[in-house]
């Protein structure tokens, strides 16, 4: 296998472990935010704060890497998109829209990661990878909506519920078309040090008295430990990997892998028993990565 090839091979491995953990992160925050521990900006501070840490320490044990000065506001930018607004959106609005809701606006990542990359970095915009786009997106709306079950938990939709989902879905599609570049200047240490030290700067100040007066000691273990989750699994690792897949793969492919998510979470109510396996849904799964497939083919034709 030539170097390049296995790059990319990489890239997709990166990509789909990091939003299989998302996919799982979706069920611990309905629960730390359903629980009223702590706020969303909060939950928030504490990914940053934890993360953060984590890669400024591994930073300590790796050949020193300069960032241009110039590039620090791009980073900020980035970080604002990529990660302070792509997550309190969510927070925000995770308890008062339903899964379904919740599931299809977010199936619109890739379409306007597509269009965003088109016009940011000029990535081309075949009919060919319009035709995965809209393939995968048929197949996680297929998916999720033979995945609804009557419950008599009902969730109301609220119009902010649903403009947070809406906004969440095009930050991070803004963060994927435009920062691919600067991004690829970097290694992954560096730029998510930096990512995380800005998110920690427009956070922390308006969430540090919470976490300083917290009852820690009487928090349940169920919560401390979907807080471990959430800052080890869902943020440093998934952020870990993610700039991986960035660098090989272009925004759109990226993208699409957040259709792993409503998967990965039907995948573990069925293990749970909570859930059922249909043909209806091995159908959804396998045009999803049709549609994958259609677009990863697409891009051998393209000058990256």
Not at 32 to 60: C, N
């Amino acid at each position: 296998m030539e170097k390049r090839e296995f790059r990319i091979l990489y890239g997709h491995l990166a990509c789909f472990i990091a939003y299989a953990i998302f996919g799982l992160n979706v069920i611990v925050c309905k629960d730390l935010t359903g629980s009223g521990t702590f706020s969303p900006l909060t939950l928030f501070s504490i990914r940053s704060l934890g993360a953060g840490i984590l890669f400024w320490a591994i930073s300590l044990f790796l050949p020193k890497e300069k960032v241009d000065i110039k590039d620090l506001p791009k980073i900020a930018a980035a970080s604002f998109l990529g990660f302070f607004l792509t997550q309190i959106t969510f927070l925000v609005a995770i308890p008062q829209v339903t899964p379904m809701t919740c599931s299809i606006i977010s199936s619109l990542t890739p379409v306007y990661t597509m269009f965003i990359a088109a016009i940011a970095i000029k990535e081309p915009l075949s009919v060919k990878k319009i035709i995965g786009v809209a393939t995968s997106l048929f197949g996680i709306i297929y998916l999720i909506l033979n995945s609804v079950g009557r419950s008599s938990d009902i969730v109301e939709n609220s119009v902010f519920g649903i403009v947070m989902i809406f906004l969440n879905g095009l930050s991070f599609a803004l963060y994927l078309g435009i920062f691919r570049p600067l991004i690829g200047k970097y290694t992954v240490v560096t730029f998510m040090k930096w990512i995380f030290l800005f998110s920690i700067i427009m956070s922390v100040p308006f969430s540090a008295k919470e976490i300083v007066t917290a009852q820690w000691a009487s928090i349940p273990s169920t919560i401390l430990w979907e807080l471990l989750f959430l800052v080890i699994m869902a943020t440093f690792v998934s952020y870990f990997l993610i700039p991986i897949g960035q660098k090989a793969l272009r925004p759109t492919l990226v993208s699409m892998y957040s259709y792993i998510q409503p998967i990965i979470a039907i995948v573990a109510s069925i293990i749970l028993g909570m859930d059922t396996l249909t043909w209806n849904k091995v159908a959804a799964t396998l045009l999803v990565f049709a549609g994958v497939g259609i677009v990863n083919g697409s891009r051998k034709k393209e000058t990256k």
